[in-house]
Protein backbone atom coordinates (compact mmCIF):
# COMPACT_ATOMS: atom_id res chain seq x y z
CA UNK A 1 0.00 0.00 0.00
CA UNK A 2 2.80 2.74 0.74
CA UNK A 3 4.43 1.26 -2.18
CA UNK A 4 1.14 3.06 -3.85
CA UNK A 5 1.32 5.85 -1.83
CA UNK A 6 5.56 6.26 -2.74
CA UNK A 7 4.92 6.34 -6.63
CA UNK A 8 2.27 8.29 -6.39
CA UNK A 9 4.28 11.03 -4.44
CA UNK A 10 7.01 10.71 -7.09
CA UNK A 11 4.85 10.97 -10.22
CA UNK A 12 4.19 14.32 -8.34
CA UNK A 13 7.02 15.76 -6.90
CA UNK A 14 10.12 13.69 -8.87
CA UNK A 15 8.62 13.81 -12.36
CA UNK A 16 5.99 16.74 -12.10
CA UNK A 17 7.09 19.27 -9.82
CA UNK A 18 11.09 18.70 -10.85
CA UNK A 19 9.99 19.21 -14.83
CA UNK A 20 8.41 22.32 -13.91
CA UNK A 21 11.10 23.53 -11.34
CA UNK A 22 14.39 21.77 -12.54
CA UNK A 23 16.22 23.98 -9.91
CA UNK A 24 14.89 21.96 -7.18
CA UNK A 25 17.52 20.04 -5.07
CA UNK A 26 16.95 16.44 -4.56
CA UNK A 27 17.15 16.91 -0.76
CA UNK A 28 13.87 19.15 -1.42
CA UNK A 29 12.41 16.72 -3.63
CA UNK A 30 12.90 14.33 -1.04
CA UNK A 31 11.38 15.88 1.99
CA UNK A 32 8.45 16.83 -0.51
CA UNK A 33 8.14 13.20 -1.39
CA UNK A 34 7.58 12.93 2.85
CA UNK A 35 5.28 15.74 3.27
CA UNK A 36 3.34 15.26 0.13
CA UNK A 37 2.59 11.65 0.62
CA UNK A 38 1.20 11.99 4.01
CA UNK A 39 -0.81 14.61 2.19
CA UNK A 40 -2.03 12.07 -0.17
CA UNK A 41 -2.94 9.57 2.29
CA UNK A 42 -5.03 11.93 4.18
CA UNK A 43 -7.11 12.89 1.42
CA UNK A 44 -7.50 9.07 0.22
CA UNK A 45 -8.88 8.29 3.66
CA UNK A 46 -10.76 11.52 3.64
CA UNK A 47 -12.48 10.19 0.32
CA UNK A 48 -13.07 6.46 1.68
CA UNK A 49 -15.54 7.90 4.57
CA UNK A 50 -18.02 7.93 1.85
CA UNK A 51 -17.88 5.90 -0.86
CA UNK A 52 -19.09 6.73 -3.97
CA UNK A 53 -20.57 3.92 -5.93
CA UNK A 54 -18.54 5.62 -8.86
CA UNK A 55 -15.71 4.22 -7.00
CA UNK A 56 -15.99 0.25 -7.86
CA UNK A 57 -15.89 0.45 -11.45
CA UNK A 58 -12.89 3.71 -11.44
CA UNK A 59 -10.57 0.94 -9.71
CA UNK A 60 -10.73 -1.11 -12.11
CA UNK A 61 -10.61 1.10 -14.81
CA UNK A 62 -7.60 2.68 -12.93
CA UNK A 63 -5.77 -0.11 -12.48
CA UNK A 64 -5.83 -1.17 -16.35
CA UNK A 65 -4.89 1.86 -17.62
CA UNK A 66 -2.14 2.27 -15.52
CA UNK A 67 -0.73 -1.45 -16.69
CA UNK A 68 -1.97 -0.26 -20.80
CA UNK A 69 -0.17 2.61 -20.29
CA UNK A 70 3.26 1.43 -18.70
CA UNK A 71 3.30 -2.26 -20.65
CA UNK A 72 3.50 -0.98 -24.04
CA UNK A 73 6.51 1.48 -23.90
CA UNK A 74 8.28 -0.41 -21.25
CA UNK A 75 8.23 -3.65 -23.36
CA UNK A 76 8.82 -2.02 -26.65
CA UNK A 77 11.33 -0.04 -24.79
CA UNK A 78 13.72 -2.98 -24.13
CA UNK A 79 13.11 -5.56 -26.75
CA UNK A 80 12.92 -2.76 -29.78
CA UNK A 81 15.32 -0.03 -30.50
CA UNK A 82 12.81 1.69 -33.05
CA UNK A 83 10.76 3.14 -30.46
CA UNK A 84 9.93 6.97 -30.99
CA UNK A 85 9.13 9.71 -28.25
CA UNK A 86 6.06 10.45 -30.73
CA UNK A 87 5.48 6.73 -30.32
CA UNK A 88 5.69 6.45 -26.65
CA UNK A 89 3.10 9.65 -26.70
CA UNK A 90 0.77 7.68 -28.80
CA UNK A 91 1.27 4.80 -26.68
CA UNK A 92 -0.02 5.78 -23.31
CA UNK A 93 -3.16 8.17 -25.50
CA UNK A 94 -4.23 4.95 -27.36
CA UNK A 95 -3.48 3.28 -23.79
CA UNK A 96 -5.89 5.57 -21.79
CA UNK A 97 -8.70 5.69 -24.46
CA UNK A 98 -8.99 2.27 -25.28
CA UNK A 99 -9.34 1.25 -21.79
CA UNK A 100 -11.47 4.30 -21.27
CA UNK A 101 -13.65 3.81 -24.15
CA UNK A 102 -14.12 -0.14 -23.06
CA UNK A 103 -15.43 1.19 -20.01
CA UNK A 104 -17.44 3.57 -21.68
CA UNK A 105 -19.47 0.96 -23.87
CA UNK A 106 -19.73 -1.63 -20.71
CA UNK A 107 -17.36 -3.65 -22.10
CA UNK A 108 -19.32 -4.36 -25.41
CA UNK A 109 -17.91 -8.08 -26.08
CA UNK A 110 -18.63 -9.67 -22.73
CA UNK A 111 -22.28 -8.98 -23.45
CA UNK A 112 -21.76 -9.94 -26.77
CA UNK A 113 -20.44 -13.05 -26.14
CA UNK A 114 -22.35 -13.89 -22.72
CA UNK A 115 -25.54 -13.73 -24.53
CA UNK A 116 -25.10 -16.02 -27.47
CA UNK B 1 -12.56 -20.27 -13.68
CA UNK B 2 -10.42 -20.77 -10.82
CA UNK B 3 -7.74 -23.13 -12.76
CA UNK B 4 -7.75 -20.44 -15.52
CA UNK B 5 -7.25 -17.53 -12.87
CA UNK B 6 -4.20 -19.67 -11.29
CA UNK B 7 -2.59 -20.17 -14.81
CA UNK B 8 -2.66 -16.42 -15.63
CA UNK B 9 -1.39 -15.29 -12.32
CA UNK B 10 1.47 -18.08 -12.64
CA UNK B 11 1.81 -17.71 -16.51
CA UNK B 12 2.59 -13.96 -16.11
CA UNK B 13 4.84 -14.70 -13.21
CA UNK B 14 6.60 -16.89 -15.00
CA UNK B 15 6.90 -14.09 -17.86
CA UNK B 16 8.30 -11.41 -14.87
CA UNK B 17 11.30 -14.39 -14.05
CA UNK B 18 12.03 -13.77 -17.13
CA UNK B 19 12.39 -10.19 -18.37
CA UNK B 20 12.78 -8.80 -14.42
CA UNK B 21 16.85 -9.16 -14.61
CA UNK B 22 16.35 -7.06 -18.35
CA UNK B 23 13.88 -4.33 -16.38
CA UNK B 24 16.45 -3.86 -13.74
CA UNK B 25 19.33 -3.68 -15.81
CA UNK B 26 17.41 -1.59 -18.21
CA UNK B 27 16.70 0.78 -14.94
CA UNK B 28 20.20 0.95 -13.91
CA UNK B 29 21.64 1.86 -17.37
CA UNK B 30 19.72 4.78 -17.49
CA UNK B 31 19.70 5.52 -13.66
CA UNK B 32 15.96 5.67 -13.59
CA UNK B 33 14.33 5.67 -9.93
CA UNK B 34 10.47 6.06 -10.88
CA UNK B 35 8.73 4.42 -13.76
CA UNK B 36 8.12 7.51 -16.21
CA UNK B 37 12.03 9.17 -15.31
CA UNK B 38 12.81 5.63 -17.02
CA UNK B 39 10.64 6.00 -20.04
CA UNK B 40 11.45 9.47 -19.95
CA UNK B 41 15.10 8.61 -20.14
CA UNK B 42 14.80 5.84 -23.50
CA UNK B 43 12.66 7.62 -25.80
CA UNK B 44 13.88 11.45 -24.92
CA UNK B 45 10.44 12.54 -24.42
CA UNK B 46 9.38 15.23 -21.21
CA UNK B 47 6.34 15.10 -22.63
CA UNK B 48 5.83 11.62 -22.47
CA UNK B 49 7.33 11.65 -18.83
CA UNK B 50 4.70 14.21 -17.70
CA UNK B 51 1.62 12.54 -19.33
CA UNK B 52 2.35 9.52 -17.52
CA UNK B 53 3.09 11.17 -14.55
CA UNK B 54 -0.11 12.88 -14.35
CA UNK B 55 -2.27 9.56 -15.68
CA UNK B 56 -0.43 7.60 -12.49
CA UNK B 57 -1.16 10.74 -10.21
CA UNK B 58 -5.28 10.48 -11.20
CA UNK B 59 -5.81 6.61 -11.32
CA UNK B 60 -3.53 5.25 -7.98
CA UNK B 61 -4.99 8.31 -6.31
CA UNK B 62 -8.69 6.80 -6.96
CA UNK B 63 -7.09 3.00 -6.22
CA UNK B 64 -5.88 4.42 -2.67
CA UNK B 65 -9.46 5.71 -2.16
CA UNK B 66 -10.36 1.26 -2.73
CA UNK B 67 -8.00 0.33 -0.56
CA UNK B 68 -8.73 2.25 2.36
CA UNK B 69 -12.28 1.58 2.50
CA UNK B 70 -11.06 -2.31 1.98
CA UNK B 71 -8.43 -2.25 4.65
CA UNK B 72 -11.72 0.08 6.83
CA UNK B 73 -13.88 -2.73 6.37
CA UNK B 74 -11.33 -5.44 7.29
CA UNK B 75 -10.57 -3.55 10.75
CA UNK B 76 -14.09 -2.93 11.37
CA UNK B 77 -14.99 -6.48 10.94
CA UNK B 78 -11.80 -8.52 12.81
CA UNK B 79 -11.06 -5.46 15.65
CA UNK B 80 -14.97 -5.23 16.11
CA UNK B 81 -14.06 -1.13 16.03
CA UNK B 82 -16.45 1.58 14.23
CA UNK B 83 -15.49 1.83 10.41
CA UNK B 84 -14.14 5.43 10.63
CA UNK B 85 -12.07 4.34 13.61
CA UNK B 86 -10.98 1.34 11.16
CA UNK B 87 -9.87 3.82 8.91
CA UNK B 88 -7.77 5.80 11.21
CA UNK B 89 -5.64 2.65 12.18
CA UNK B 90 -5.32 2.38 8.54
CA UNK B 91 -3.92 6.07 7.99
CA UNK B 92 -1.86 5.66 11.11
CA UNK B 93 0.06 2.71 10.03
CA UNK B 94 0.52 3.71 6.67
CA UNK B 95 1.78 7.06 6.91
CA UNK B 96 3.92 5.88 10.22
CA UNK B 97 5.59 3.43 8.09
CA UNK B 98 6.15 5.69 4.85
CA UNK B 99 7.46 8.86 6.60
CA UNK B 100 10.04 6.83 9.10
CA UNK B 101 11.00 3.99 7.15
CA UNK B 102 11.30 5.19 3.18
CA UNK B 103 11.39 2.60 0.27
CA UNK B 104 13.63 0.35 2.80
CA UNK B 105 10.51 0.12 4.92
CA UNK B 106 8.44 -0.21 2.43
CA UNK B 107 9.85 -3.08 0.60
CA UNK B 108 10.28 -5.02 3.98
CA UNK B 109 6.63 -4.33 4.91
CA UNK B 110 5.84 -5.36 1.13
CA UNK B 111 7.70 -8.74 2.09
CA UNK B 112 5.76 -8.90 5.39
CA UNK B 113 2.47 -8.52 4.02
CA UNK B 114 2.97 -11.00 1.06
CA UNK B 115 3.99 -13.49 3.74
CA UNK B 116 0.88 -13.03 5.83
CA UNK B 117 -1.23 -12.78 2.55
CA UNK B 118 -0.02 -16.47 1.78
CA UNK B 119 -0.75 -17.96 5.10
CA UNK B 120 -3.55 -16.18 5.28
CA UNK B 121 -5.15 -17.48 1.88
CA UNK B 122 -3.78 -20.90 2.93
CA UNK B 123 -5.72 -21.03 6.09
CA UNK B 124 -8.89 -20.02 5.03
CA UNK B 125 -8.26 -22.58 2.01
CA UNK B 126 -7.74 -25.35 4.15
CA UNK B 127 -9.92 -23.79 6.86
CA UNK B 128 -12.93 -24.23 3.93
CA UNK B 129 -12.06 -27.96 3.11
CA UNK B 130 -11.72 -29.06 6.77
CA UNK B 131 -15.04 -27.18 7.49
CA UNK B 132 -17.27 -28.40 4.15
CA UNK B 133 -15.85 -32.29 4.68
CA UNK B 134 -12.85 -32.19 3.01
CA UNK B 135 -13.32 -33.48 -0.85
CA UNK B 136 -17.03 -33.99 -0.14
CA UNK B 137 -16.98 -30.26 -0.26
CA UNK B 138 -17.59 -29.92 -4.18
CA UNK B 139 -20.76 -31.80 -3.68
CA UNK B 140 -22.18 -29.55 -1.73
CA UNK B 141 -21.20 -26.39 -4.04
CA UNK B 142 -24.48 -25.86 -6.19
CA UNK B 143 -24.40 -26.80 -10.28
CA UNK B 144 -24.39 -23.64 -11.28
CA UNK B 145 -21.32 -21.58 -9.31
CA UNK B 146 -19.34 -24.63 -10.17
CA UNK B 147 -20.23 -24.46 -14.12
CA UNK B 148 -18.01 -22.42 -16.41
CA UNK B 149 -20.92 -20.16 -16.98
CA UNK B 150 -21.31 -18.60 -13.48
CA UNK B 151 -24.09 -17.96 -10.96
CA UNK B 152 -23.84 -13.86 -11.76
CA UNK B 153 -21.21 -12.98 -13.51
CA UNK B 154 -20.33 -13.65 -17.58
CA UNK B 155 -17.41 -15.99 -17.54
CA UNK B 156 -15.14 -13.36 -20.03
CA UNK B 157 -15.70 -11.06 -17.12
CA UNK B 158 -14.15 -13.28 -14.52
CA UNK B 159 -11.57 -14.06 -17.10
CA UNK B 160 -10.89 -11.08 -18.21
CA UNK B 161 -10.30 -9.87 -14.39
CA UNK B 162 -8.07 -12.35 -13.48
CA UNK B 163 -6.25 -11.77 -16.87
CA UNK B 164 -5.89 -7.81 -16.35
CA UNK B 165 -4.92 -8.67 -12.56
CA UNK B 166 -2.06 -11.18 -13.77
CA UNK B 167 -1.19 -8.65 -16.51
CA UNK B 168 -0.68 -6.01 -13.26
CA UNK B 169 2.64 -8.27 -12.79
CA UNK B 170 4.45 -6.73 -15.47
CA UNK B 171 4.03 -3.49 -15.61
CA UNK B 172 2.25 -1.86 -12.59
CA UNK B 173 5.19 0.84 -11.26
CA UNK B 174 4.54 -0.11 -7.45
CA UNK B 175 6.22 -3.37 -8.24
CA UNK B 176 8.53 -1.98 -10.22
CA UNK B 177 9.95 0.78 -8.12
CA UNK B 178 10.74 -2.60 -6.03
CA UNK B 179 12.64 -3.92 -8.94
CA UNK B 180 14.56 -1.09 -9.62
CA UNK B 181 16.06 -0.82 -6.28
CA UNK B 182 17.06 -4.33 -6.18
CA UNK B 183 21.05 -4.54 -4.74
CA UNK B 184 22.70 -6.62 -8.17
CA UNK B 185 21.25 -9.13 -10.35
CA UNK B 186 21.29 -12.04 -8.32
CA UNK B 187 18.52 -10.77 -5.59
CA UNK B 188 16.08 -10.25 -8.92
CA UNK B 189 17.16 -13.77 -9.64
CA UNK B 190 16.37 -15.36 -6.25
CA UNK B 191 13.01 -13.23 -6.18
CA UNK B 192 12.24 -14.28 -9.66
CA UNK B 193 12.45 -17.81 -8.77
CA UNK B 194 10.50 -17.57 -4.68
CA UNK B 195 7.95 -15.30 -6.83
CA UNK B 196 6.14 -18.04 -9.39
CA UNK B 197 5.93 -20.67 -6.22
CA UNK B 198 4.44 -18.69 -3.98
CA UNK B 199 2.19 -16.60 -6.02
CA UNK B 200 1.03 -20.32 -7.49
CA UNK B 201 -0.08 -21.13 -3.68
CA UNK B 202 -1.62 -17.95 -3.03
CA UNK B 203 -3.31 -17.64 -6.21
CA UNK B 204 -4.82 -20.96 -6.09
CA UNK B 205 -5.92 -20.63 -2.33
CA UNK B 206 -7.26 -17.32 -3.00
CA UNK B 207 -9.29 -17.89 -6.86
CA UNK B 208 -11.24 -20.58 -5.18
CA UNK B 209 -12.22 -18.81 -1.63
CA UNK B 210 -15.45 -17.82 -3.49
CA UNK B 211 -16.03 -21.30 -4.57
CA UNK B 212 -15.46 -23.31 -1.72
CA UNK B 213 -17.52 -20.91 0.21
CA UNK B 214 -20.84 -22.11 -1.34
CA UNK B 215 -20.26 -25.83 -0.02
CA UNK B 216 -20.02 -24.67 3.34
CA UNK B 217 -22.48 -21.81 3.86
CA UNK B 218 -26.09 -20.94 2.88
CA UNK B 219 -26.54 -18.79 -0.30
CA UNK B 220 -28.13 -16.66 2.06
CA UNK B 221 -25.22 -16.01 4.10
CA UNK B 222 -23.23 -14.83 1.42
CA UNK B 223 -25.64 -13.14 -0.33
CA UNK B 224 -24.32 -9.98 1.30
CA UNK B 225 -21.07 -10.74 -0.79
CA UNK B 226 -22.26 -10.79 -4.00
CA UNK B 227 -22.56 -6.83 -4.28
CA UNK B 228 -20.06 -5.93 -1.81
CA UNK B 229 -16.82 -9.12 -2.41
CA UNK B 230 -14.59 -7.12 -0.14
CA UNK B 231 -16.23 -8.60 2.95
CA UNK B 232 -16.04 -12.39 1.91
CA UNK B 233 -12.31 -12.15 3.53
CA UNK B 234 -13.41 -11.15 6.85
CA UNK B 235 -16.46 -13.01 6.99
CA UNK B 236 -14.27 -16.29 6.04
CA UNK B 237 -11.88 -15.45 8.61
CA UNK B 238 -14.20 -13.95 11.81
CA UNK B 239 -16.33 -17.53 10.27
CA UNK B 240 -12.92 -20.09 10.37
CA UNK B 241 -9.89 -19.27 12.26
CA UNK B 242 -9.68 -20.99 15.40
CA UNK B 243 -9.46 -17.78 17.79
CA UNK B 244 -12.57 -16.88 16.77
CA UNK B 245 -14.60 -20.20 17.70
Redesign the interface.
Same mark, same amino acid.
Given at each position: ????????T???T???LK $?LRPATSDDKVLVMT?IV? *?I??? *???F???D?PQL??P???????????? *??I???F??YWDR???T???AS??AS?GSVVLWQLFG?P???L $??SV | MVIWGVFFHVAFACIAFI?AP? #?WL?SQKYDA????? %??ER??? /?????? %???? #????????? %??????G??NLFQDLLGVTY?QG??I??AI??L???IGG %?P???W? /?FL?GLIMLVGAVMLYTGLISSGGGMAIWYRIPADILSMEGATV????SF? #?AF /??S??L??????? #??LFSAKDRRVVRFAGLYGPISITIYALCIFSLGVLAHGVFSSEQLAPFMANPDGLIPFLATSLLPCQQ
Amino acid at each position: MSAIVLVTTTALTSDILK $YLRPATSDDKVLVMTRIVG *VIIII *VSAFFAIDVPQLIVPLVSVSMGVIACC *VFIPLIFGLYWDRGTATGFVASLVASFGSVVLWQLFGNPLIHL $YSSV | MVIWGVFFHVAFACIAFIIAPK #IWLFSQKYDAKTVPQ %LLERRYD /SQEGKI %LLAV #IMLLMYTVY %LVAIFKGCANLFQDLLGVTYVQGLLIAVAIVALYYVIGG %LPAIIWI /SFLQGLIMLVGAVMLYTGLISSGGGMAIWYRIPADILSMEGATVPWQKSFG #IAF /SISFGLLALPDLL #IMLFSAKDRRVVRFAGLYGPISITIYALCIFSLGVLAHGVFSSEQLAPFMANPDGLIPFLATSLLPCQQ
